[in-house]
């Protein structure tokens, strides 16, 4: 990737006022724009989480004390400043995935796995929803949380999505019925998998 190689009077500006620092960090955002889009979109396949994610880091670079204002140096440290923006926006993300996931779970162990009187079992259909909930599709899973653990009514999502409440519970009810299905088949592949360790020991 081809970063700007305009150079810049940076070294009276360096101990000179906030608004020199400013001007220079400015015009070295601007000089490397095209690049710093690209490493973006890059890290961020969303375009919309991809600007975001620059505007952020340009902020960042502009209050922060420590930026390396060499031309010459300046875009390497700025890419490597938005691939760390960009893990710690994938790390919390995947932490609220997580969260939302260990809050819907038993929300919804009655309706998709029923109650098991060995603890094993109960722990192992457990595990299995946990899994299949994380391979939903964002919309039925977001439809979930927003029933099952905001407390939103049927009437209330149909007026959000433009459908009636029948719809909405119609969804549910085609939501749960293939989670069912879909942790029958996950209970099934562990047992396959465990008789297979076993046989290999044995």
Known sequence: MNCGRRQT????????????????????????????ERTARFWVSDPYDADDLLQNVCLFILRHDAVPEEASVFCAWSRRTIRNFALHHFRTRRRAKEIALGTLTPRLEFDCIGFDSEPPQEVARLRALR??????????????????????????????????????????????????????RALIRDDVAATKQRNLYA
């Open 131 to 184: 899994q299949c909930l994380a391979m939903l599709d964002n919309e039925p899973r977001d439809l979930l949380m927003r029933c099952y653990v905001d407390g939103e009514t049927s009437l209330a999502a149909g007026r959000r999505l433009g459908k009636s409440a029948a719809a909405i519970r119609q969804s549910l009810l085609r939501i749960r019925s293939s989670l069912r299905r879909a942790v029958g």
């Open 9 to 36: 009077n940076t070294e009276s500006a360096r101990g000179g006022s906030s608004e020199d620092r400013l001007a220079v960090r400015t015009r070295l955002l601007a000089d490397n724009r095209l690049a710093l």
